[in-house]
C-alpha cells in the first residue's frame, strides 16, 4: 500500500463532481487501501478520493473512537443518501485538505446510505453520531463540495487566503 499526497484547497479537483464507478477491479481495490493507508496515517477518520486526486467516487471511513475498540475501516463505492432525519446535529468540523481550520456545521442527526463495497456487494446501513458526519462531509467532497460551503462568505475568503499563504511557504521548503 502507498501513502497518497493530499490536495490541499484550493485547487480546482476538490470542486469537481467525481465519476461513478463501474466493476471493482483489483486497481480500485488498490485506491481503496491507499486511501485508508492513508487517513489513519493522517491521522483523520475519513477520506474522500478527489482529497488524493482521483476523481472517483470512493469513499472511506473509520470513525472507531473509543480507545482500545477494534478499527472499523469502510469503503464505500458510489455511496448515496437514501433518507436523512429530520433532526439535526452540529459538529466542529475539520478536513484534511484545509489544515488546522475548524469550524461548526450542521447537518441531519442521521442518514441511511447505499454503496457497492470493496466487494462488490451493495449495501446499506443507518449511520449516528460521528459516523453520520464523517459519511457527508465525505460524499460532500464527492460532489466538489468543502465544509467550508456553508459558512459566511468573509469567513469561508479567510481561510481560503490562509491555505494560499500555507502552499505558497509548503512550496518553498
Ligand atoms: O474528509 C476529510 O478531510 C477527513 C475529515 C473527516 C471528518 C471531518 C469532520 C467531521 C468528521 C469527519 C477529518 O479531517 S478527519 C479528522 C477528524 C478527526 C476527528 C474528528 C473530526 C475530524
Ligand atoms: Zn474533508
Redo the contacts with the bound molecule.
Keep these: 500500500m502507498t501513502v497518497r499526497d493530499i490536495l490541499i484547497h484550493p485547487d480546482p479537483r476538490l470542486k469537481k463532481v467525481c465519476a461513478p464507478v463501474g466493476d471493482i477491479t483489483p486497481a480500485l481495490q488498490t485506491l481503496a487501501d491507499d486511501m485508508l493507508q492513508t487517513?489513519y496515517e493522517?491521522?483523520?477518520?475519513?477520506?474522500?478520493a478527489p482529497?488524493v486526486g482521483e476523481l472517483k467516487r470512493l469513499l472511506v471511513?473509520d470513525?472507531v473512537?473509543e480507545e482500545g475498540a477494534p478499527p472499523r475501516p469502510m469503503v464505500l463505492f458510489n455511496p448515496e443518501v437514501t433518507w436523512a432525519s429530520d433532526a439535526t446535529n452540529v459538529?466542529?468540523?475539520?478536513?484534511?485538505?484545509?489544515p488546522d481550520q475548524y469550524a461548526d456545521?450542521e447537518r441531519p442527526a442521521e442518514v441511511k446510505v447505499r454503496w457497492t463495497d470493496r466487494d462488490g456487494q451493495t449495501q446499506e446501513e443507518q449511520f449516528d453520531g460521528?459516523w453520520a458526519?464523517?459519511v457527508q462531509?465525505?460524499i460532500d467532497?464527492l460532489n466538489g463540495k468543502l465544509?467550508i460551503d456553508y459558512l459566511k462568505p468573509l469567513r469561508r475568503q479567510m481561510i481560503t487566503r490562509k491555505m494560499v499563504k500555507l502552499k505558497r511557504e509548503r512550496a518553498r521548503l
Excluded: D, N, R
Aim: proline content about 4%.
Design positions: 487517513m493522517a491521522p483523520g477518520i475519513g477520506l474522500a482529497q471511513m470513525c473512537k459538529y466542529e468540523e475539520g478536513c484534511l485538505s484545509i456545521v460521528l458526519t464523517c462531509h465525505e467532497h465544509f
